[in-house]
């Protein structure tokens, strides 16, 4: 199960299929991990402050005989320890704060040893045109106090610049906003087409939400109000190889040693 945006190689290809391109095994449910630990032989660790998805990981990896490779833990970031050679977040820097950014950042650093990759993945919002203030318009309010309260999202130029001055060196950065305009109309229409059972597990005011979210997000990613960028740094300044970044893997807060 994941909950983050799928990368269409091709546009026809169904949501499953995009799923596994984008090689999103998150911490969230630990499909990364565990798919990055089957696949790619490395030893994984996921971080989740969620007890059902640690719960999930769990039984995940007895399942698919992963625990040699994978561990799962429910732990915040800012209390990770160890160094790792590659480190990728998805989905969970719009839930730090902005004031939060730069240790954020100098965390990761430190938790990377020198040469690693850090790969981080984020919903983020149009930089401001010069002069203008920043406004929360109704639906974005309405975000922020009924689907996730305490988010906070920045423009990608802030970011690479928090890089930069934590001492990465930017490698890329790719825009996936058209992958997350048809994730989430996809999600939407499966969420339509299961309302009966929607509505009994969540209720009616719930359902009705999500689907109008679902369907006001997708059309922001379309129009372009909404963005989303995965950015990959490196720890100093070795050369990054088809080899050293290939085994770069996408999860939430998930490191790989
Ligand atoms: C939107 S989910 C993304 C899950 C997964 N990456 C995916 O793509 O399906 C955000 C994840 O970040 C985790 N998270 C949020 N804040 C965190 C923190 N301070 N420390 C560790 N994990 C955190 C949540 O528990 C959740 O697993």
Known sequence: MLYSCAYFTEWHNDIDRAQHDKLDIGCGW?????????????????????????????????????EDLVTVEIRDYNHLDGTYDKISSIGMYEHIGLANIPGYMQKVKHLL????????RAIARRTREKGRRLRFR???????????????LTDISHTQQAMEQAGFEVRDVEGWREHYA??????????????DEAIVLVGEPNYRMWVAYLAGVSLSFTRGSILIYQALASHGR?????????????LALIVAL
């Not at 040893?113 to 981080?120: E, S, Y």
């Not at 109704?138 to 906070?152: C, S």
Request: one cysteine or more.
């Open 30 to 66: 630990g499909a990364l991990i565990c798919h990055a630990a089957k696949n790619y032989g490395v030893s994984a660790r996921g971080v989740t402050l969620s007890q059902e998805q640690y719960d999930r990981t769990q039984t995940r990896i007895k399942e698919m005989g992963l």
């Open 113 to 120: 040893a020198p040469g690693g990759l850090f790969h981080n």
């Open 138 to 152: 109704a639906e974005h309010k309405a975000i922020l106090k009924y689907i996730f309260p305490g988010t906070a």
């Open 182 to 195: 048809l994730t989430c109309r996809i999600w939407c229409e499966r969420l339509y087409a299961r309302e």
């Open 238 to 250: 070795e050369s990054v190889t088809a080899t050293n970044a290939g085994g770069l893997i996408y």
